[in-house]
């Protein structure tokens, strides 16, 4: 290479990268420093004339040392990288945080320019908007990993040179990582991550899955044992015991010719989700890598079978009343989903594995037309129905508009409709939650938010959605009953509600002593197995009702 060249792309170099950084060093595909200017002195202890010759890792914190060649991997795939903290290590043992970014040239590829400043940022990774990402390790999250991996796996398979996925697991994760002091953890949870990424297909189609468990799209022949090694040795850098983690990898094979990128998506989420799930010492992540192309193929079987019941309006409301605490007078009814005969599976595994694979909204929307289409049959008889909504289909604008839609072609359901939000642990986005229910109350529907009480999050969701009524969990109120505390705190819970002007339900009232415990408490309404059990019949109960209860 002529020295014209080189000059004119240090040049380039120098020119550019002072605007960011305090030091600038170029290295050679084995790591040897053959340039180095800037405030060298202060973050090094040497000179730049010093430098030359020397190890680029000589310089680097040794826990640092993984996650800087990983970048430098990164590098020569992406082309750059930028913004991330490492430490130098100066001769008398002090360490320096640096923010660190590497560029490697078209015409000098086995170069790479590296350029240092002593200002501790975070991670960067530009991506298209809504994807998101771990702002310290460039990861994506759970969601947006499986949507990458399928755009991945699909545009990779139709351009002739397939791609794989593959998962990996850190068995004790979370123990190892309360181990580590806060700086420790943030140069760990980047190398860990950068490793990834450098590995992926195109640098950035890697996630963290959860619990110690990660993913990556990769071209085909990823050497997928190198990669545990890599890996593996971080996490001994950071073990004052050497012994590190035992890093467990698996390559997954999916063949995606005969699947539909929207079936594959769902498929693939539903299977990464059975990933995350995966707990114990046994737990081995070949075990699933080696069955996930049936996974697939099974979630896209129950994906088809879930859709047809759903299109096909093959499943019957059951009716469960609610009644109020003193009189017994019915205020009105649950509806739950009753899936036919032919379908033994209970309603609980089909609507946990529609919130799984993202088909929840469209069950939503078609148990709302068939509830519709029952009051508008039964007008007459003046019966007020909750309608579950899960806090996924909150989330979801189609969901919205296609609601909105219904709500506006029959106004008198305002007289009959309540709406009950389930799942809301799956809210994304309390505020636009909150424009959500705003929207349909102020059409003169009355909205209940379920679950309540079964986790501190229950009060931030309460602060911020402003509901007629909440639900008791049916958990905390039996808990409640065999804790010392249990009566106070669920009289706490329905006092906060009174002074916001919320109503009360419990649920799970199963017993003559839990009705008697949850009125003492000042709950308003009840519902349990003490009143019956779902029927398709709602006038059943009116008959069969124990008038006793509420004498």
């Given at each position: 290479?002529?020295?014209?060249?080189?000059?004119?792309?240090?040049?380039k170099?120098v020119?550019?990268?002072?605007?960011?950084?305090?030091a600038?060093?170029?290295?050679?595909q084995?790591?040897?420093?053959?340039?180095?200017?800037?405030?060298?002195?202060?973050l090094?202890?040497?000179?730049?004339e010093?430098?030359?010759?020397?190890?680029?890792?000589?310089?680097?914190?040794?826990?640092?040392?993984?996650?800087?060649d990983?970048?430098?991997?990164?590098?020569?795939?992406?082309?750059?990288?930028?913004?991330?903290v490492?430490?130098?290590?100066?001769?008398?043992?002090?360490?320096?945080?640096?923010?660190?970014?590497?560029?490697?040239?078209?015409?000098?590829?086995?170069?790479?320019?590296?350029?240092?400043?002593?200002?501790?940022?975070?991670?960067?990774?530009g991506?298209e908007?809504?994807?998101?990402?771990?702002?310290?390790?460039?990861?994506?999250s759970?969601?947006?990993?499986?949507e990458?991996?399928?755009?991945?796996?699909?545009d990779?398979?139709?351009?002739g040179?397939?791609?794989e996925?593959?998962?990996?697991n850190?068995?004790?994760?979370?123990?190892?990582?309360?181990?580590?002091?806060?700086?420790?953890r943030?140069v760990?949870?980047?190398?860990?991550?950068?490793?990834?990424?450098?590995?992926?297909?195109?640098?950035?189609?890697?996630?963290?899955?959860?619990?110690?468990?990660f993913?990556?799209?990769?071209?085909?022949?990823?050497?997928?044992?190198?990669?545990?090694?890599?890996?593996?040795?971080?996490?001994?850098?950071?073990?004052?015991?050497?012994?590190?983690?035992?890093?467990?990898a698996g390559?997954?094979?999916?063949?995606?010719?005969?699947?539909?990128?929207?079936?594959?998506a769902?498929?693939?989420?539903?299977t990464?989700?059975?990933?995350?799930?995966?707990?114990?010492?046994?737990?081995?992540?070949?075990?699933?890598?080696?069955?996930?192309?049936?996974l697939?193929?099974?979630?896209v079987?129950?994906l088809n079978?879930?859709?047809?019941?759903v299109t096909?309006?093959?499943?019957?409301?059951?009716f469960?009343?609610?009644?109020?605490?003193?009189?017994?007078?019915?205020?009105h009814?649950?509806?739950?989903?009753?899936?036919n005969?032919?379908?033994?599976?209970?309603?609980?595994?089909?609507?946990?594995?529609a919130?799984?694979?993202?088909?929840?909204?469209?069950?939503?929307?078609?148990?709302?037309?068939?509830?519709?289409?029952?009051l508008?049959?039964?007008k007459?008889?003046r019966?007020?129905?909750?309608?579950?909504?899960?806090?996924?289909?909150?989330?979801?604008?189609?969901?919205?508009?296609?609601?909105?839609?219904?709500?506006?072609?029959?106004?008198?359901?305002?007289?009959?409709?309540?709406?009950?939000?389930?799942?809301?642990?799956?809210?994304?986005?309390?505020q636009?939650?909150?424009?959500f229910?705003?929207?349909?109350?102020?059409k003169?529907?009355?909205?209940?938010?379920?679950?309540?009480?079964?986790?501190?999050?229950?009060?931030?969701?309460?602060?911020?959605?402003?509901?007629?009524?909440?639900k008791?969990?049916g958990?905390?109120?039996?808990?409640?009953?065999k804790?010392?505390?249990?009566?106070?705190?669920?009289?706490?819970?329905?006092?906060?509600?009174?002074?916001?002007?919320?109503?009360?339900?419990?649920?799970?009232?199963?017993?003559?002593?839990?009705?008697?415990?949850?009125?003492?408490?000042?709950?308003?309404?009840?519902?349990?197995?003490?009143f019956?059990?779902?029927?398709?019949?709602?006038?059943?109960?009116?008959?069969?009702?124990?008038?006793?209860?509420?004498?």
């Amino acid at each position: 290479m002529g020295f014209s060249v080189l000059s004119s792309a240090r040049d380039k170099f120098v020119a550019f990268a002072f605007c960011w950084a305090d030091a600038l060093i170029e290295v050679d595909q084995s790591r040897r420093i053959l340039f180095a200017v800037g405030a060298t002195k202060a973050l090094t202890g040497a000179r730049p004339e010093e430098l030359i010759g020397k190890d680029l890792n000589a310089l680097i914190d040794p826990k640092d040392r993984v996650l800087t060649d990983q970048l430098l991997e990164m590098t020569a795939k992406r082309g750059r990288i930028h913004n991330v903290v490492i430490h130098f290590t100066t001769p008398d043992g002090a360490r320096h945080p640096v923010s660190f970014a590497g560029y490697v040239m078209p015409d000098l590829k086995d170069h790479h320019f590296l350029a240092f400043r002593s200002t501790v940022s975070l991670t960067e990774a530009g991506d298209e908007e809504g994807v998101e990402r771990d702002k310290e390790t460039g990861l994506l999250s759970g969601t947006s990993f499986s949507e990458k991996a399928v755009q991945q796996l699909k545009d990779s398979a139709a351009s002739g040179q397939p791609a794989e996925m593959t998962l990996v697991n850190l068995p004790g994760f979370e123990k190892f990582y309360e181990t580590l002091s806060a700086d420790e953890r943030q140069v760990f949870k980047n190398t860990v991550g950068t490793t990834l990424r450098a590995n992926s297909i195109d640098g950035n189609s890697a996630g963290e899955i959860g619990g110690g468990k990660f993913g990556v799209v990769h071209a085909a022949g990823l050497d997928v044992a190198a990669l545990e090694n890599t890996i593996a040795q971080a996490t001994k850098a950071f073990d004052p015991t050497g012994k590190g983690i035992d890093v467990q990898a698996g390559t997954v094979q999916i063949d995606t010719s005969d699947i539909s990128e929207e079936d594959l998506a769902k498929g693939l989420a539903y299977t990464i989700n059975h990933f995350k799930e995966q707990v114990g010492e046994k737990f081995n992540v070949k075990d699933i890598t080696q069955n996930m192309n049936g996974l697939v193929q099974e979630a896209v079987q129950s994906l088809n079978k879930f859709r047809g019941m759903v299109t096909g309006n093959d499943f019957q409301i059951a009716f469960h009343p609610i009644l109020q605490v003193r009189t017994g007078a019915v205020h009105h009814y649950e509806a739950l989903v009753r899936f036919n005969g032919r379908y033994e599976e209970s309603p609980y595994k089909y609507i946990t594995f529609a919130e799984e694979t993202g088909l929840i909204t469209e069950f939503d929307i078609a148990m709302m037309r068939k509830c519709i289409e029952w009051l508008r049959k039964n007008k007459a008889d003046r019966v007020s129905i909750a309608v579950n909504i899960s806090g996924r289909s909150v989330d979801s604008d189609a969901y919205g508009q296609q609601l909105h839609a219904l709500l506006d072609t029959d106004t008198w359901l305002k007289d009959f409709l309540l709406f009950e939000i389930t799942e809301s642990a799956r809210v994304a986005d309390l505020q636009r939650a909150n424009n959500f229910v705003q929207s349909v109350r102020n059409k003169g529907f009355h909205v209940c938010l379920d679950d309540f009480g079964a986790g501190a999050a229950s009060f931030q969701y309460l602060s911020v959605l402003e509901v007629d009524v909440v639900k008791l969990d049916g958990s905390a109120v039996q808990n409640a009953q065999k804790a010392p505390k249990g009566r106070a705190f669920m009289k706490a819970l329905t006092t906060l509600c009174k002074t916001m002007k919320v109503e009360t339900i419990a649920e799970m009232v199963d017993s003559k002593e839990a009705l008697e415990f949850v009125r003492d408490c000042g709950v308003d309404h009840v519902q349990g197995w003490l009143f019956g059990k779902p029927d398709p019949d709602p006038w059943s109960f009116i008959k069969k009702l124990d008038r006793r209860l509420f004498s």
